[in-house]
């Protein structure tokens, strides 16, 4: 039987979300919905923002400022990487210099190159992750290698755009291979993952301290896709390769790091053994928890309560998943196509950008089908939603 990615997506939902449940990471049974319980009415999505480019993370300051990053995927190559929307609803580049002019044969050093993730955090600057390179299941392997100090994260003012930091890793930290995907800071520290081999990254604002954790660690490589099967031409369908380690969440109260592959499982580490340089990546791992299966994911938001909200990429919705690890749809939407990088806002909305990264040539299709324009789609957390208690956003703030 030929393995379409198709039916993949729908074996791995149907996996994820099957009888087994998740694993509460309190040591309890998962709860399950009553099979004779009214089914909780699904929140309205509504479009926040149109882009003209490729969007799949989002971000906003606690004025409502909203950011987006904008992968140069393939086929989507002509794009500023990072923008800002203005008051009259427009987007526009950000912060409109030479950093959005980045072009092949650039070393890439003071340019964005491949934004894969954007943040804003407790005092409102702009985090960005510039993964340096193309990608390498798409791009040439002069392109798709990252040159010296393209790889970097950038902070900068939201308003006036002045960069505030830049950070740039070693060999040590960022071997051949590694890609750094998403961040998460609370307090002076910075965690990353690195989708490219799998680990996680721990970086120190205050003492300028990296460390690389659990490099090529089995949790940090997620459930394994199976290799699309070739057709008649020789070639396979869909080139697109899954990263590992990618999405990352930290508590409200920095005590707990989750992470998880777009495949799964999620899993979480105690942040103090995860800082703690006497303690060895084989220590570590005795410590790291099993959190929950889930089906194939683009994106994730945690509230103060430990919620997470996952993109729900084969079924076009968003899925609720309190700590008790129960499941349930909390919205969907046609619309919300290939949902990545969502984003909880200081007024509790929750703002999922819908790329249609899957309506590309990366993935089989014969041309690229995405239409313009790339929507960002929003609804309003309520206090409660079918029985669980939603909170507000996770700023990184400490105390």
């Known amino acids: 039987m030929e393995i379409t990615r198709r039916r993949f997506l729908s074996t791995a939902s149907a996996i994820a979300m099957g009888t087994a449940g998740a694993v509460a990471v309190s040591g309890c049974g998962a709860e399950e919905k009553s099979a004779t319980a009214a089914p909780e009415p699904e929140l309205k999505l509504t479009v926040a923002a149109r882009s003209p480019w490729m969007a799949n993370q989002v971000a906003l300051t606690s004025a409502n400022e909203l950011f987006l990053g904008l992968p140069r995927f393939p086929g989507h190559e002509t794009t500023p990487s990072v923008a800002r929307r203005k008051p009259d609803g427009s987007v526009v580049a950000f912060p409109g210099n030479s950093w959005n002019e980045w072009k092949p044969g650039d070393d890439g050093k003071n340019a964005f190159v491949y934004v894969n993730s954007l943040h804003i955090f407790a005092d409102d600057t702009v985090w960005c992750v510039d993964q340096g390179g193309l990608r390498p299941d798409a791009s040439p392997k002069e392109l798709s290698t990252p040159k010296p100090g393209a790889q970097k994260i950038v902070q900068f003012d939201p308003h006036s755009g002045k960069v505030l930091d830049v950070l740039r890793f070693g060999e040590d930290i960022l071997p051949t291979g590694a890609q750094m995907n998403d961040l998460r800071i609370h307090g002076s520290t910075v965690y990353l993952t690195d989708s490219g081999l799998g680990g996680l990254i721990v970086h120190d604002l205050?003492?300028?301290?990296?460390?690389?954790?659990?490099?090529?660690?089995?949790?940090?490589?997620?459930?394994?896709?199976?290799?699309?099967?070739?057709?008649?031409?020789?070639?396979?369908?869909?080139?697109?390769?899954?990263?590992?380690?990618?999405?990352?969440?930290?508590?409200?109260?920095?005590?707990?790091?989750?992470?998880?592959?777009?495949?799964?499982?999620?899993?979480?580490?105690?942040?103090?053994?995860?800082?703690?340089?006497?303690?060895?990546?084989?220590?570590?791992?005795?410590?790291?928890?099993?959190?929950?299966?889930?089906?194939?994911?683009?994106?994730?938001?945690?509230?103060?309560?430990?919620?997470?909200?996952?993109?729900?990429?084969?079924?076009?919705?968003?899925?609720?998943?309190?700590?008790?690890?129960?499941?349930?749809?909390?919205?969907?939407?046609?619309?919300?196509?290939?949902?990545?990088?969502?984003?909880i806002a200081a007024d509790r909305r929750l703002y999922v950008p819908a790329p249609q990264s899957e309506r590309t040539e990366l993935f089989g299709n014969p041309k690229d089908l995405t239409k313009k324009p790339f929507l960002i789609l929003s609804l309003e957390l309520p206090k409660k939603f079918d029985g669980t208690e939603l909170g507000n956003a996770v700023t990184g703030r400490s105390g």
Request: glycine share 8%.
């Open 206 to 343: 205050s003492t300028g301290k990296t460390l690389r954790r659990l490099s090529g660690y089995k949790e940090m490589l997620g459930v394994v896709a199976p290799t699309p099967t070739a057709t008649a031409t020789g070639k396979s369908k869909s080139k697109h390769r899954t990263p590992k380690s990618d999405m990352i969440e930290i508590t409200q109260d920095g005590k707990w790091l989750y992470w998880a592959a777009p495949t799964g499982p999620f899993y979480r580490v105690a942040t103090n053994l995860l800082r703690d340089a006497s303690v060895s990546d084989a220590q570590l791992a005795t410590h790291i928890e099993h959190v929950a299966d889930i089906p194939l994911t683009g994106g994730c938001a945690m509230d103060t309560h430990e919620n997470l909200y996952l993109s729900d990429l084969d079924n076009k919705r968003i899925l609720l998943m309190p700590p008790s690890g129960k499941r349930t749809v909390l919205a969907a939407n046609p619309e919300l196509v290939s949902p990545d990088g969502s984003f």
